[in-house]
């Protein structure tokens, strides 16, 4: 069993993940086609074993999370790069996903994030979020702020994570980096928010909120005076709202909305589409939270087409609705018609084909 081959195949053709799974040849994601390893033979039960063990280095707490809950996260180097490896489980055998993270992250401004982004930065407090799908880019995004504020701030960065993916340097900034998990930096998500206040930290960051208890502690560290930054597994702006009110009992909810009317500055809301010309291309959404969005949140039903509407209306702000992104890729040739019609639902097919023609006009405007 070879593993460093399938590493150093992976690397060669710049794949994202490696999968390894019982029965199957090491299989690589490629722009998100899955691509086969020919020259490998199948991998077997005793080669799963034996990556579990390449993987897990003997490392009793690690080996204990894995056979007590049938899952681990942990991270791992091989040569330049860093592999944020999850192990699982099926018919009693390891099942291995390798996520590659090269050590050089891409420059800011080639990863089309919208520039309010970087601006908001800026904020002395408040709650910034990044959200999206599983493998829409929320990580890259995340470390592109947390590098751009570490080259252009003087501020001390504090980072929960699980596991930890980038490896940054302080620059400008002071950093630290803490990995969440059983004998690892942290326990919980919540216990190292909690710990942060105590830690003079002008910047949090959190890999991923998830629950309640780190939504509270969040909060509570913005409302003290510090800004934080963090993600959710949400779709949309819209939906990044209604799962954060729900995750507090019904009696809860309006002192909530409240919260975080004042305190949500910003939510970033993305999608990876393969793009024509065969590289992924971002889609943001973007919210700023200003006094018309902050009175929506606060009403007593949140309504998802206000908010969106609401973020229509703002684009003067920085807002960007997901529609306007569509349209401007699909204008831009970076995507197809029926790629930008796939992410949205039938109702919005006419409000895109408008925005496209009016984009289209206002190009040649400017042309001529």
Do not use: W
């Amino acid at each position: 069993m070879n593993i460093d081959k399938i590493l150093d195949i992976a690397m060669e053709k710049d794949a994202s993940d490696v999968h390894m799974i019982c029965g199957n040849k090491p299989i690589l994601r490629i722009t998100r086609d899955l691509v086969e390893i020919e020259e490998m033979k199948e991998l077997t039960e005793e080669d799963m074993v034996e990556v579990y063990d390449y993987l897990v280095k003997g490392n009793v707490d690690k080996d204990e999370v894995y056979h007590s809950t049938k899952k681990l996260d942990l991270s791992y180097e091989y040569k330049d790069i860093r592999l944020r490896v999850n192990i699982s489980s099926s018919d009693e055998i390891p099942t291995c996903t390798l996520r590659l993270i090269k050590n050089e992250l891409p420059p800011y401004e080639s990863l089309g994030i919208p520039d309010v982004v970087r601006r908001m930065t800026y904020q002395p407090q408040g709650l910034i979020l990044v959200t999206g799908k599983t493998n829409s880019g929320k990580s890259t995004t995340l470390n592109s702020m947390i590098d751009y504020i570490n080259e252009n701030q003087n501020k001390k960065i504090l980072t929960l994570e699980n596991p930890i993916e980038y490896k940054h340097h302080s620059k400008k900034s002071l950093i630290v980096q803490k990995e969440v998990g059983k004998g690892r930096d942290a326990l919980t998500f919540s216990d190292g928010v909690k710990n942060s206040l105590r830690e003079d930290c002008d910047i949090l960051v959190i890999g991923e909120i998830r629950d309640r208890t780190t939504m509270e502690a969040a909060i509570e560290m913005a409302e003290s005076g510090h800004l934080v930054v963090g993600t959710l597994h949400t779709k949309s702006c819209a939906e990044t709202i209604d799962r954060m009110i729900n995750f507090y009992e019904v009696r809860d909810q309006a002192s909530i909305k409240y919260l975080l009317s004042a305190l949500l500055k910003l939510v970033v809301s993305q999608r990876l589409l393969k793009g024509t010309d065969g590289s992924l291309v971002l889609v943001p959404e973007v919210m700023v939270v200003d006094n018309i969005v902050a009175g929506i949140i606060r009403k007593e039903k949140l309504s998802v087409s206000e908010i969106e509407d609401a973020i229509q209306s703002n684009l003067e702000k920085g807002s960007i609705g997901l529609i306007n992104s569509l349209a401007e890729l699909f204008v831009e040739d970076r995507i197809t018609l029926e790629q930008a019609k796939s992410q949205i639902e039938e109702k919005n097919q006419e409000i895109l084909n408008r925005t496209i023609m009016q984009l289209r006009i206002k190009k040649g405007t400017k042309n001529n």
